[in-house]
């Protein structure tokens, strides 16, 4: 089967089994001395492609914050957990045309959150990043994915493959998001003081105050004032 016709026939059965998001990026993009992050190569040194998966994540569970944090945090683990299933499909259906996949974890779980490295808080390799690279949008001041159509309220997974399949780009997209230039927003409410207007974000803030402050649910002021 062509890259294209794998690709296409991924792309099919992600979208009929609930995936509102779904591009491909080059490994290669990772090995840019521009990006700080864990690369894929070091998980599977043979990685081609990078398929990213999302979900859009129901506008109702951010309208609740603060007080439903327990709600939204529970939308936000079954949007984890629908991930999962179409990840898995998925990776079995490149396995059956000879190629490996396997499956990489969601930046945040119903178990805590997945780090590589626990000294510096960043994950086994940066969705985000894979997901500008495919053509999926840009980046948040909040450093999260700004998508076209569903802003930063998206939940993302990703494959590994050594299948050469037909990757995507960001084309003409900067970045970061144009309309972040002169909004702060994100900063301003960020209860932790994670955020700073001049783009840096402080992962272990974040990270302690909704595992130490908020014992485990997900915060998520960011993306409700997010006007995108």
Avoid at 13 to 24: H, I, N, T
Avoid at 146 to 168: K, Q
Wanted: net charge neutral.
């Amino acid at each position: 089967m062509s890259r294209y016709s794998l690709t296409g026939n991924l792309k099919e059965a992600a979208f009929q089994r609930g995936a509102d998001l779904f591009g491909v990026a080059d490994a290669s993009c990772f090995l840019s001395p521009d990006y700080q992050g864990n690369r894929p190569q070091e998980i599977m040194p043979g990685v081609t492609s990078v398929v990213v998966l999302g979900v859009s994540v129901p506008r109702g569970a951010f309208s609740t914050l603060p007080k439903g944090r327990g709600e939204y945090t529970n939308t936000l683990m079954a949007g984890t957990a629908t991930l999962r299933v179409i990840a898995f499909f998925l990776a079995r259906q490149i396995e059956r045309e000879g190629y490996l996949a396997t499956i990489v974890p969601t930046e945040g779980s119903e178990f805590g959150y997945w780090y590589a490295d626990r000294s510096t808080l960043k994950a086994d390799l940066s969705l985000k990043y894979a997901a500008y690279h495919a053509g999926l949008g840009s980046f948040g001041r909040n450093h999260l994915l700004i998508h076209p159509d569903y802003g930063a309220r998206v939940r993302m997974t990703g494959i590994l493959t050594d299948a050469p399949l037909e990757a995507g780009s960001p084309g003409s997209a900067p970045f970061l998001h144009p309309q972040c230039e002169g909004c702060a927003k994100c900063a301003e409410i960020c209860p932790a003081g994670a955020i700073s207007r001049d783009g840096s974000i402080d992962r272990e803030r974040c990270a302690d105050y909704m595992f130490r402050e908020l014992g485990g649910l997900r915060c998520g002021m960011c993306i409700r004032v997010c006007p995108l």
